[in-house]
T-cell receptor
Framework: DAGVTQSPTHLIKTRGQQVTLRCSPKSGHDTVSWYQQALGQGPQFIFQYYEEEERQRGNFPDRFSGHQFPNYSSELNVNALLLGDSALYLC????????????????FGQGTRLTVV | RKEVEQDPGPFNVPEGATVAFNCTYSNSASQSFFWYRQDCRKEPKLLMSVYSSGNEDGRFTAQLNRASQYISLLIRDSKLSDSATYLCVVTPTSGTYKYIFGTGTRLKVLA
């Protein structure tokens, strides 16, 4: 059973460019969340997708957008990249549920390490 | 004040030692609590959920103190393989779907 898979694993972009990161959730999961983890920090919630719609969003600017496809896979798009966007981007999937709870484990992919130069 | 706070460490302990980490959270209505483990340059993985009555999994014990708004993780008989960053995770009030992470506590177990 494949876990959460993300691509690419590493990426180098130039300031002002746009980037698309991809995520395939764990089999049987329909909810995908994206997190940004800067060096030395904990992951920060960007947004969550469920039933192909953005269900909740964290404190990130509109430059960060996403999409979920009918097969539950997801993309994270970042426009007009800034140096401060350099981070590990983590995708997490979870089993069908209405909200997090004690039994709602989020499974993380290995992440995409984005470097903006 | 951060929503979830942890001592970043590092905690350097010898093999076989017992070590404890605390994590405080600011929202008294927080719902669920977890400890995740993250190895260097890897993804976070669930170590254990934290229940109100406290729970144990082998050498690991987690406690929740709602009155003081903190959770703790105790590791007994530390192994070299326990070296990692331990992330405290809290879910806020009902109606929200995000996990709030602390900055993590680094643990180094020394031979």
């Amino acid at each position: 059973d494949a876990g959460v898979t993300q691509s690419p694993t590493h990426l180098i972009k130039t300031r002002g460019q746009q980037v698309t990161l991809r995520c395939s959730p764990k089999s049987g999961h329909d909810t995908v969340s994206w997190y940004q983890q800067a060096l030395g920090q904990g992951p920060q919630f960007i947004f969550q997708y469920y039933e192909e719609e953005e269900r909740q969003r964290g404190n990130f600017p509109d430059r960060f957008s996403g999409h979920q496809f009918p097969n539950y896979s997801s993309e994270l798009n970042v426009n007009a990249l800034l140096l401060g966007d350099s981070a590990l981007y983590l995708c997490a999937s979870s089993s069908p549920t209405t909200m997090p709870g004690p039994n709602t484990e989020a499974f993380f992919g290995q992440g995409t390490r984005l470097t903006v130069v | 004040r951060k929503e979830v706070e942890q001592d970043p460490g590092p905690f350097n302990v010898p093999e076989g030692a017992t070590v404890a980490f605390n994590c405080t959270y600011s929202n008294s209505a927080s719902q669920s609590f977890f400890w995740y483990r993250q190895d260097c340059r890897k993804e976070p993985k669930l170590l254990m959920s934290v229940y109100s009555s406290g729970n144990e999994d082998g050498r690991f014990t987690a406690q929740l103190n709602r009155a003081s708004q903190y959770i703790s993780l105790l590791i007994r008989d530390s192994k070299l393989s326990d070296s990692a960053t331990y992330l405290c995770v809290v879910t806020p009030t009902s109606g929200t779907y995000k996990y709030i992470f602390g900055t993590g506590t680094r643990l180094k177990v020394l031979a």
